[in-house]
């Protein structure tokens, strides 16, 4: 599999049925606190997620391992530690004799203020492998801190009870679940606003994430469709948070959509901008604290934004759609499409009034996201000084 192309997995239904359930596989394996295995050119590795450990598991890394444990992070999460960047993906760090509490608070940046780290952390002086670089992107894929406890193994060194993995297998398993997404319902919901409403769901061929296109009205595929890329977020969209947008924009995109007369809102699984509610919920203790939105994604490891659009633009390849008019305010959803072969003709601004709790978080996206704002909608956004006209053609 190692050298298995994107072309091969979606053109050979046995290879990727192999791949989606060995990585499914390995997801729930991680989340249970089991031991995973990730071969690469440079070598074999056992990793553990560091937030699942525990005394069992880790003795049993060290039982099998060919070298001492060590714990593998993100520069994202070793900048935050202070530990100078080496130009590579993930930093290895030394265990000693470090207890579980340490070695978890190390990987988890809610501890970061009640216990602080003494320092200065020392680094292997050792090239990263792109195994663990896998492990840390399937512990992302499975929603978890990404972090990875680690030994060195002998390639040929199998475990039955141990599943292998190659190092693109969690990139490859996020392309596969997108393209091989097929329409598994529909049913008529009227909606406020836009009662002509069909919820269209799709599955992946692994059963794993599922996405809904919300169709309101008749469309007519060859004009520009009027869409919006809604991310879920049960904070905002469900709860009615005060801490974000999401909850105006996603029933605000629904009336819009309803009084153009027709249009698709794609309601994607992307809940936190891609790192799940768990670590989402981590997130806004940070903010809590004082950090902003982008600061807590990346003290937790993370990108300040781990979302890929290419389910969304499966779905709308599906539909019919290749021309759009997209409701956004954020760049990268009209750079994505667009790398996917839609054709985003025009921006709609979409955007509403802050509050009192969102207002620095909005203008945050704006100043270090490049998110599109008019002044006057915002406060904190006229305060850094961004404006971009409500609409664009593009």
Same mark, same amino acid.
């Given at each position: 599999?190692?050298?298995?192309?994107?072309?091969?997995?979606?053109?050979?239904p046995?290879?990727?049925?192999?791949?989606?359930?060995?990585?499914?596989?390995?997801?729930?394996?991680?989340?249970?606190?089991e031991?995973v295995?990730?071969?690469?050119?440079?070598?074999?590795y056992?990793?553990?997620?560091?937030?699942?450990?525990?005394?069992?598991?880790?003795?049993?890394?060290?039982?099998l391992?060919?070298?001492?444990?060590?714990?593998?992070?993100?520069?994202?999460?070793?900048?935050?530690?202070?530990?100078a960047?080496?130009?590579?993906?993930?930093?290895?760090?030394?265990?000693?004799?470090?207890?579980?509490?340490?070695?978890?608070?190390?990987?988890?940046?809610?501890?970061?203020?009640?216990?602080?780290?003494?320092?200065?952390?020392?680094?292997?002086?050792?090239?990263?492998?792109?195994?663990?670089?896998?492990?840390?992107?399937?512990?992302?894929?499975?929603?978890?801190?990404?972090?990875?406890?680690?030994?060195?193994?002998?390639?040929?060194?199998?475990?039955?009870?141990?599943?292998?993995?190659?190092p693109?297998?969690?990139?490859?398993?996020?392309?596969?679940?997108?393209?091989?997404?097929?329409?598994?319902?529909?049913?008529?919901?009227?909606?406020?606003?836009?009662?002509?409403?069909?919820?269209?769901?799709?599955?992946?061929?692994?059963?794993?994430?599922?996405?809904?296109?919300?169709? =309101?009205?008749?469309?007519?595929?060859?004009?520009?469709?009027?869409?919006?890329?809604?991310?879920?977020?049960?904070?905002?969209?469900?709860?009615?948070?005060?801490?974000?947008?999401?909850?105006?924009?996603?029933?605000?995109?629904?009336?819009?959509?309803?009084?153009?007369?027709?249009?698709?809102?794609?309601?994607?699984?992307?809940?936190?901008?891609?790192?799940?509610?768990?670590?989402?919920?981590?997130?806004?203790?940070?903010?809590?604290?004082?950090?902003?939105?982008?600061?807590?994604?990346?003290?937790?490891?993370?990108?300040?934004?781990?979302?890929?659009?290419?389910?969304?633009a499966? =779905?709308?390849?599906?539909?019919?759609?290749?021309?759009?008019?997209?409701?956004?305010?954020?760049?990268?959803?009209?750079?994505?499409?667009?790398?996917?072969?839609?054709?985003?003709?025009?921006?709609?601004?979409?955007?509403?009034?802050?509050?009192?709790?969102?207002?620095?978080?909005?203008?945050?996206?704006?100043?270090?996201?490049?998110?599109?704002?008019?002044?006057?909608?915002? =406060?904190?956004?006229?305060?850094?000084?961004?404006?971009?006209?409500?609409?664009?053609?593009?």
């Open positions: 599999m190692d050298n298995t192309t994107t072309t091969q997995l979606v053109e050979d046995e290879l990727r049925r192999a791949l989606m359930a060995r990585v499914q596989s390995a997801i729930y394996a991680l989340r249970r606190g031991l295995r990730v071969v690469a050119g440079d070598g074999a056992l990793c553990l997620a560091t937030e699942q450990v525990n005394s069992g598991n880790l003795e049993r890394l060290r039982q391992g060919t070298s001492d444990p060590f714990m593998a992070i993100t520069t994202n999460r070793a900048a935050v530690l202070h530990i960047p080496t130009g590579e993906k993930s930093v290895c760090l030394p265990l000693h004799d470090m207890k579980l509490r340490a070695i978890r608070d190390l990987a988890d940046p809610t501890k970061d203020l009640t216990n602080p780290f003494r320092g200065p952390h020392p680094r292997l002086e050792t090239t990263t492998s792109t195994a663990i670089d896998g492990a840390i992107k399937l512990c992302k894929v499975a929603q978890l801190l990404p972090s990875v406890l680690a030994v060195k193994a002998t390639p040929e060194d199998t475990h039955e009870s141990i599943l292998t993995l190659q693109n297998d969690p990139d490859l398993f996020e392309i596969v679940s997108s393209v091989s997404l097929k329409q598994v319902s529909t049913a008529r919901v009227p909606l406020h606003g836009a009662e002509n409403t069909q919820v269209i769901a799709y599955r992946p061929e692994d059963g794993g994430v599922e996405h809904l296109a919300i169709v =309101i009205g008749d469309l007519d595929v060859d004009s520009p469709v009027l869409i919006r890329l809604h991310s879920e977020c049960f904070t905002g969209d469900l709860l009615g948070s005060m801490k974000c947008d999401c909850g105006e924009q996603l029933r605000g995109a629904i009336e819009q959509i309803g009084h153009v007369g027709s249009g698709v809102l794609l309601y994607l699984s992307q809940e936190g901008r891609g790192i799940g509610l768990m670590n989402k919920m981590r997130a806004y203790y940070l903010q809590d604290e004082g950090f902003d939105t982008i600061e807590a994604n990346e003290r937790l490891g993370f990108e300040a934004d781990e979302r890929v659009f290419l389910p969304a499966e =779905i709308l390849r599906q539909l019919g759609i290749s021309r759009v008019h997209l409701m956004t305010n954020n760049p990268d959803k009209v750079a994505q499409l667009a790398e996917q072969g839609i054709n985003v003709e025009r921006r709609v601004a979409h955007e509403f009034p802050s509050n009192a709790h969102n207002e620095m978080y909005l203008a945050t996206k704006a100043r270090r996201s490049g998110h599109y704002l008019t002044a006057n909608n915002y =406060i904190a956004a006229s305060q850094v000084g961004i404006a971009n006209p409500p609409d664009e053609d593009l």
